[in-house]
């Protein structure tokens, strides 16, 4: 079996939330850090960038933390720098729930192809505004909605990060970089409970469904 590094960006401002560094915010009593680190116990290290001048947490048994960078890619590439596994799955700190199931899909494809995502169809009509004003609808079956955890070899992250370093290219996911190499990424069903908390409203949703969750806050 392959090893396994988690990487966790948590590093970022939280600045749509507006309830200070993201991952410190609490849901259902514990941190979305937290909630977080429990669902990759199983990893054979996890990673975690903070924000610059926060205290790190007591180190847990198969947890470090470094500084983050400025953006987010910035924070993936000093994570990916020290990580040692196999295979790495890189995970934003702001989806507290990561199903199970969903990583089991990407630790087979991963084995097997050496790149993959989660994805969900987009449940919404999808349109293009113009001046605010209703625009182009798109044909929604040819778009997909893409979540973390994204699971990578080691190795094709590494040439991606420094591919994105040579030719300053920036992305808001790994997938779009290891894609630049010319690598293909194979595509896993999400799970839509993995949600990205980004707005105030989001914490009602994590609320509710910390209450129900597998190991959940209750
Ligand atoms: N992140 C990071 N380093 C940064 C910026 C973001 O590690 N310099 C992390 C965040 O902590 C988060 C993930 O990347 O876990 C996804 O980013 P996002 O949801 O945008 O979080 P924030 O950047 O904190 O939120 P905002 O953009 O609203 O400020
Ligand atoms: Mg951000």
């Not at 924000?51 to 048994?61: F, R, Y």
């Not at 929604?140 to 979540?147: I, P, T």
């Not at 799970?191 to 609320?207: C, G, I, N, S």
């Amino acid at each position: 079996m392959a090893s396994v590094s988690v990487l966790i960006p948590a590093a970022g401002r939280g600045a749509r939330l507006g309830r200070g560094p993201k991952a410190l915010v609490r849901v259902a009593g514990r941190t979305l850090l937290e909630w977080t680190l429990e669902a990759f116990v199983w990893a054979d290290e996890v990673r975690v960038a903070l924000p610059p001048g926060l205290p790190a947490p007591q180190p847990a048994a198969n947890v470090s933390f470094i500084e983050g960078g400025a953006e987010r890619q910035d924070s993936v590439a000093r994570l990916l720098k020290g990580a040692g596994g196999d295979v790495v799955l890189v995970h934003d700190a702001a989806r507290p729930f990561v199903a199970r199931a969903v990583i089991e899909r990407l630790l087979e494809a991963v084995t097997l192809y050496g790149a993959a995502v989660p994805v969900l169809p987009l449940p919404d009509t999808l349109i293009e505004p113009e001046e605010g004003r209703y625009g182009v609808a798109l044909e929604r079956s040819r778009y997909a909605l893409v979540q973390t955890p994204q699971a990578f070899f080691r190795e094709v992250l590494g040439e991606a990060h420094e591919l994105a370093r040579a030719r300053g290219l920036t992305a808001t996911d790994e997938a779009q970089l290891v894609r630049a190499l010319g690598y293909p990424v194979e595509l896993v069903k999400g799970d839509p409970r993995m949600f990205k908390v980004t707005y105030p409203e989001d914490l009602a949703l994590a609320e509710a469904l910390a209450q129900t969750w597998p190991g959940g806050g209750g």
